[in-house]
């Protein structure tokens, strides 16, 4: 079969008046699959062959568009990422076989010996860690601040600062930070802002208009759906051109963390799926978090009565994702509540269908010293809930049964 030239990328595509929940579902193959298979077809294979030696050497040196080798580029990984950037409106999207995989790659890309992070110490476990313990170890510091404090940014940011990084609501903190202000504090010095949007997926708001430059999330979570598959994506909005050189011909090949075709296959069907999935999610996120607050103390940004309401409608629109968390008096109280749970599943994971509970501090930060729980604001009496797709009243009546039986 011929090379055929990539042609009818997403951008070619008349999407002009079209909303996302259109736009996740008929984004185009980057090339037509030969039998017409409206889903995307998974090639799970590793090497792709050529008609001669010219174009070979062609694809191998980037002259023609054409996957060679699967660690770095794969029809069904490509059409994944080909659907992100039509959603984002992204210059480069790279999918990973993680969150933690694109997080690495996107601060390795930024990163070199002698260079500094200006981050808050309100992060996702492994991030903190990758940041101050494995990042540490190659000799770039790590420069922890309040990011809600923009005096704090200013101080930190330097010649030698490698990028921003934030979560853009902390989890389990649940902290919003003024994006647009973090991203002219940091762009004045020249450095590229990188945002994980996990807990608010991009087809709710546009990070690139809040000053974002490398959006990364774990589509493990709302994306895949369901709790089906590991993902990661980069999203890259070409303000800081090296930064996707440096992904995608460095790191992909030498890192090898690229998405496998099994997982890009059921991310693709989550996508599809993914707003009306939250809608929802977000919705029974509220409604529960409005009747919880009648019994418990409970920290949700979108309660009219959370600190960071204004700000996150501002910058996220009217939903408010779907995790939020619950205080009770100790972590006994904590603890006989998950064990009297009989519809919500004690698990880890955010943003799989069921509704999910967990004890932050003797689970993910199970390992960390009670002083540096406290430094982090990770409190023994918190509870995390990831709320799920059953019907609102049924999750509801659970916690309240737990948490009501003493026993
Ligand atoms: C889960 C999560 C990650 C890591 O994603 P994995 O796919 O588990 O590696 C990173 N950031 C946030 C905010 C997360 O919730």
Same mark, same amino acid.
């Given at each position: 079969?011929?090379?055929?030239?990539?042609?009818?990328?997403?951008?070619?595509?008349?999407?002009?008046?079209?909303?996302?929940?259109?736009?996740?579902?008929? @984004?185009?193959?980057?090339?037509?699959?030969?039998?017409?298979?409206?889903?995307?077809?998974?090639?799970?294979?590793?090497?792709?062959?050529?008609?001669?030696?010219?174009?070979?050497?062609?694809?191998?040196?980037?002259?023609? =568009?054409?996957?060679?080798?699967?660690?770095?580029?794969?029809?069904?990984?490509?059409?994944?990422?080909?659907?992100? +950037?039509?959603?984002?409106?992204?210059?480069?999207?790279?999918?990973?076989?993680?969150?933690?995989?694109?997080?690495?790659?996107?601060?390795?890309?930024?990163?070199?010996?002698? +260079?500094?992070?200006?981050?808050?110490?309100?992060?996702?476990? &492994?991030?903190?860690?990758?940041?101050?313990?494995?990042?540490?170890?190659?000799?770039?510091?790590?420069?922890?601040?309040?990011?809600? &404090?923009?005096?704090?940014?200013?101080?930190?940011?330097?010649?030698?600062?490698?990028?921003?990084?934030?979560?853009?609501?902390?989890? #389990?903190? *649940?902290?919003?930070?003024?994006?647009?202000?973090?991203?002219?504090?940091?762009?004045? +010095?020249?450095? #590229?802002?990188?945002?994980?949007?996990?807990?608010?997926?991009?087809?709710?708001?546009?990070?690139?208009?809040?000053?974002?430059?490398?959006?990364?999330?774990?589509? @493990?979570?709302?994306?895949?759906?369901?709790?089906?598959?590991?993902?990661?994506?980069?999203?890259?909005?070409?303000?800081?051109?090296?930064? &996707?050189?440096?992904?995608?011909?460095?790191?992909?090949?030498?890192?090898?963390?690229?998405?496998?075709?099994?997982? $890009?296959?059921?991310?693709?069907?989550?996508?599809?799926?993914?707003?009306?999935?939250?809608?929802?999610?977000?919705? &029974?996120?509220?409604? *529960?978090?409005?009747?919880?607050? =009648?019994?418990?103390?409970?920290?949700? !940004?979108?309660?009219?009565?959370?600190?960071?309401? $204004?700000?996150?409608?501002?910058?996220?629109?009217?939903?408010?994702?779907?995790?939020?968390?619950?205080?009770?008096?100790? +972590?006994?109280?904590?603890?006989?509540? *998950?064990?009297?749970?009989?519809?919500?599943?004690?698990? @880890?994971?955010?943003?799989?269908?069921?509704?999910?509970? !967990?004890?932050?501090?003797?689970?993910?930060?199970?390992?960390?010293?009670?002083?540096?729980? =406290?430094?982090?604001?990770?409190?023994?009496?918190?509870?995390?809930?990831?709320?799920? *797709?059953?019907? #609102?009243?049924?999750?509801?009546?659970?916690?309240?049964?737990?948490?009501?039986?003493?026993?």
């Amino acid at each position: 079969m011929p090379c055929v030239q990539a042609s009818s990328t997403p951008q070619n595509f008349i999407f002009n008046n079209m909303k996302k929940q259109t736009i996740a579902i008929n @984004t185009p193959f980057v090339r037509p699959d030969i039998y017409g298979s409206l889903a995307v077809p998974v090639y799970n294979n590793v090497a792709f062959e050529f008609s001669d030696a010219k174009e070979m050497a062609d694809a191998f040196c980037n002259r023609i =568009k054409a996957p060679d080798y699967a660690r770095v580029e794969n029809p069904t990984v490509t059409n994944f990422e080909q659907r992100v +950037k039509a959603l984002t409106g992204a210059e480069h999207v790279t999918a990973f076989n993680s969150g933690m995989a694109a997080i690495s790659n996107a601060l390795l890309a930024v990163s070199e010996q002698g +260079k500094n992070i200006v981050t808050s110490r309100h992060l996702f476990g &492994n991030t903190l860690a990758l940041i101050t313990s494995t990042l540490h170890r190659f000799g770039v510091e790590a420069r922890l601040r309040d990011l809600t &404090n923009p005096e704090a940014v200013k101080d930190a940011v330097d010649e030698q600062t490698a990028c921003v990084f934030l979560e853009v609501v902390t989890n #389990p903190q *649940l902290e919003v930070a003024d994006l647009k202000g973090i991203a002219e504090i940091a762009h004045e +010095k020249g450095v #590229p802002v990188i945002a994980d949007s996990t807990i608010i997926p991009f087809t709710e708001t546009s990070l690139k208009d809040l000053g974002v430059d490398i959006e990364v999330v774990a589509s @493990t979570k709302y994306i895949s759906g369901g709790g089906t598959s590991l993902g990661g994506l980069v999203i890259d909005y070409g303000t800081f051109p090296e930064i &996707n050189q440096r992904v995608k011909y460095d790191l992909l090949f030498n890192l090898g963390a690229y998405m496998t075709p099994q997982a $890009a296959y059921m991310q693709t069907l989550g996508l599809e799926t993914l707003d009306v999935r939250y809608q929802r999610q977000a919705s &029974n996120a509220l409604w *529960l978090a409005q009747e919880l607050s =009648k019994i418990v103390k409970v920290n949700y !940004i979108g309660l009219e009565s959370n600190p960071y309401h $204004a700000l996150a409608r501002q910058q996220f629109g009217p939903t408010a994702g779907a995790m939020l968390t619950i205080d009770l008096e100790s +972590k006994e109280a904590c603890f006989r509540l *998950l064990n009297n749970l009989k519809l919500v599943h004690r698990a @880890t994971n955010l943003f799989d269908s069921r509704t999910l509970a !967990i004890h932050p501090a003797s689970t993910i930060f199970g390992n960390f010293p009670e002083e540096q729980l =406290k430094e982090i604001d990770v409190r023994q009496t918190t509870i995390r809930i990831s709320v799920g *797709l059953e019907a #609102p009243e049924d999750i509801l009546a659970d916690i309240k049964q737990a948490l009501g039986n003493k026993e």
